[in-house]
Nanobody
């Protein structure tokens, strides 16, 4: 059982930056595909970034491309989401997830999420 715990969510102003962290307990190196998702009230869940366990490549949703950067530290068992130039539409609960399948497919493990609010 893989446990994921997110942190770093906050209230920020438009244009500011924020880094989310995800602690992945019992994490086994490159076995898992890792993803960051977000869900805003009344909207569908969106996969914003993903690191594939197949080729190690990182993909981003068009809505965050060029502003968000996902990274992983296998030694520290941490996953990060650096978010720059934040916009009000980035407001959502952000979850990290892991699973043995490739990006865009079903994930088996989910964190409880951390709230990001972008507002002036």
């Amino acid at each position: 059982q893989l446990q994921l715990v997110e942190s770093g969510g906050d209230l920020v102003q438009p244009g500011e930056s924020l880094r989310l962290s995800c602690a992945a307990f019992d994490f086994t190196s490159d076995y898992y595909t890792l993803g960051w998702f977000r869900q805003a009230p009344g909207k569908e869940r969106e996969e914003v970034a993903c690191i594939s366990n197949h080729d190690g490549g990182t993909t981003y949703a068009d809505t965050v491309k060029g502003r968000f950067t996902m990274s992983r530290d296998n030694v520290k068992k941490m996953v990060y989401l650096q978010m720059n130039s934040l916009k009000p539409e980035d407001t959502a609960v952000y979850h990290c997830a892991a699973g043995p399948r490739d990006c865009g497919l079903e994930y088996d493990y989910w964190g409880r999420g951390t709230q990001v609010t972008v507002s002036s």
